[in-house]
């Protein structure tokens, strides 16, 4: 590292800690080839490349070894990063591998490739909440960038596939069950980076839909082609200025929930925007919205809440293919006061989503469309929406409810703990 330039904010005592770039990407979406013009065009300094897994790189050992370069390869001392699951397994290896190699005091970065199977959120999450917990690895090491490499000939069906990892023969194992295309959006939106290889053959007009998905999905990415010739390795081992700590992520559906500027797309084809609203949803009538067809939906998410489960905070994500929620806690009117933080930020967000009717209680929706009716899109929510004569009749009726949430989250427990039992 050169020690007359470094990242703005940082003390002078920490430019020894060695910077990491993670190179992510769905199983065969290139990621190995990008690692291979990194190692051809590594013009100097010593770098050290970490395979995380379960191939070969295709990295000829005393080649790299000639240009100061040494590759720690899956299995050796330093890291065994996948065991029974990725995620389980990855903070401590990672962490491990990451400082055992800082401790060598011989390389000037390192380049790790994830397995294809890796969301790159878990990397990141590693490298942040050591900093946070003020851990070992933060003091040693740091995450430059997050790269991404996306196939450009399969991304777009890709995300609307409805296959799991399993139908695809690249599960992590029996009780993986993502999808092929939750992971492969959450590669993309959680990025500094994105790299498209294989555009070989992709007309103009799919290449520049390709490169807009990208940009809706990831507006704070830099978006780089392997195709163009341009200057994609130094684009990737170049330290980001400034380079916050820790990295942090704002997908395009959290902009658009938040009103934050996003990409201008020079398409009629494109739409994107954000549905807000305080009253709650009628369980019935959303639930049907939700096994319905969303043609020219190709991302959604958000929070919503129901009418007859008025204390619980619901996620919903969607992609083109597939769609899930989740119950992820109670809303802060729900939860006893001696049990909110106490920090003034804390306050003043709650402030900003607080109402006089519902408390911070209710619907936030960032989406993102191709080819999408967005008047009868933004019909069809407002529909699911309790109606005056509705909010009128109160919790004690909305309880009662048909409530298909309920019933499918029962039925979910109750799978859970039968495969528990076994």
């Known amino acids: 590292m050169n020690p007359g330039i470094h990242p ?8 020894t800690r060695l910077p990491v770039t993670a ?22 300094g010593r770098l050290a490349v970490l395979v995380h897994d379960r191939s070969d790189a295709g990295l000829d050992a005393d080649f790299c070894r000639s240009l100061g370069i040494e590759v720690f390869r899956l299995g050796e001392v330093l890291a065994e990063l996948i065991q029974r699951c990725v995620g389980c397994s990855l903070r401590d290896s990672l962490a491990s591998a990451i400082t055992a190699i800082a ?54 069906d890709d995300l609307h596939s409805e296959d799991d990892l399993q139908t695809r023969g690249v599960s992590c194992g029996t009780d ?7 992971l492969v959006v959450e590669q993309v939106e959680y990025a500094t980076v994105l790299v498209i290889s294989k555009t070989e053959g992709l007309s103009l007009g799919k290449q520049a839909r390709l490169r807009s998905l990208l940009e809706t999905l990831n507006p704070e990415a830099t978006i780089l082609s392997i195709a163009e010739g341009l200057d994609v390795v130094g684009q990737i081992v170049n330290e980001r200025s400034p380079a916050s700590m820790p990295i942090s992520f704002q997908p395009g559906w959290a902009k658009l929930i938040q009103g934050a500027p996003m990409p201008t ?5 494109w739409a994107m925007g954000a549905f807000r609203a305080t009253r709650p949803f009628h369980p019935q009538r959303l639930w049907e919205l939700i096994e319905s067809d969303w043609p020219g939906i190709l991302r959604c998410q958000g929070h919503f809440w129901i009418a007859s489960q008025p204390e619980r905070c619901f996620s ?69 929406l ?37």
């Open 103 to 156: 401790d060598m005091q011989r390389f000037d970065r390192v380049l790790l490739e994830c397995s294809g199977l890796v969301e790159p959120v878990l990397v990141a999450e590693v490298f942040n909440d050591a900093w946070e917990n003020r851990e070992p690895l933060a003091s040693k090491a740091w995450l430059d960038h997050l790269v991404t490499v996306v196939d450009g000939r399969t991304l777009w």
């Open 386 to 422: 309790l109606t005056p004569s509705e909010i009128l009749e109160g919790e004690s009726v909305w309880r009662r409810f048909d409530d298909p949430f309920a019933r499918a989250i029962s039925h979910a427990n109750a799978r859970e703990n039968d495969g528990g039992s076994d």
């Open 316 to 384: 919903l994500e969607q992609t083109a293919g597939v769609r899930h929620f989740e119950c992820v806690g109670d809303w802060w009117v729900a939860t006893p006061r001696a049990q909110w933080p106490a920090d003034n930020e804390f306050q003043t967000q709650l402030k900003e989503h607080w109402s006089v009717e519902f408390g911070d209680r209710r619907q936030a929706f960032g989406w993102i469309g191709y080819r999408l009716d967005v008047s009868s899109w933004r019909r069809q929510l407002h529909r699911c």
């Open 265 to 269: 797309i020079r398409s009629s084809y």
């Open 8 to 15: 703005k904010g940082y003390r002078p005592a920490e430019i």
């Open 23 to 44: 190179v992510c990407g769905f199983v065969g979406a290139g990621k190995s080839t990008l690692v291979q013009k990194v190692v051809a065009g590594w013009a100097s």
């Open 176 to 182: 993986d069950g993502r999808m092929v295309s939750e």
